[in-house]
Every structure is written in structure tokens, then in C-alpha cells.
């Protein structure tokens, strides 16, 4: 089961073609930052993207590009 999300390119915090520094990139972006990350990758091939889901998601309607969510980091969900 996917889930996509529309987010704006221009708020992502990263992208890497390799998804574990993808991966380590997101695990300190929110132990820096306390907030839940996504990975998020537009079709596969492409650059793995990382995005604070809360800042996205208040931007996510103005100029938004389909994403499908990898992995999500955060306290709860791991």
C-alpha cells in the first residue's frame, strides 16, 4: 500500500540517489530538529527526497509534485 504526498521540490531539507544516506540524513534532521521526517521518492530511479513533514504539509497544496512516501521517521513510527 503506498501513500502519496504533494509537497513543493523547493522545501525538501536533502536528496541522495542512495537511500541509507538518505536514510542517515533524515535520522539527524529530526533528532536535531524533533519533528517527523519523510523520505519520499518521486517514481523510482529518482533521488530520494527529505522533507519535515510538518513544514511540507503546510505548504503542500502551492506548487506541489508527487511523492510516494519511503519512510517515515519519527518517534512513534520507526
Not at 29 to 42: C, G, P, R, T, W
Not at 49 to 72: C, M, N, P, W
Amino acid at each position: 500500500m503506498s501513500e502519496n504526498v504533494f509537497f513543493n521540490p523547493g522545501q525538501s531539507i536533502s536528496s541522495s540517489y542512495d537511500f541509507d544516506k538518505a536514510y542517515t540524513a533524515a535520522k539527524i534532521y529530526h533528532m536535531k530538529a524533533d519533528n517527523s521526517v519523510l523520505i519520499v521518492q518521486e517514481k523510482d530511479g529518482q533521488p530520494y527526497v527529505i522533507f519535515d513533514e510538518a513544514k511540507a504539509l503546510q505548504q503542500e497544496a502551492a506548487e506541489g509534485k508527487k511523492y510516494s512516501v519511503i519512510k517515515r521517521v519519527s518517534h512513534d513510527k520507526e
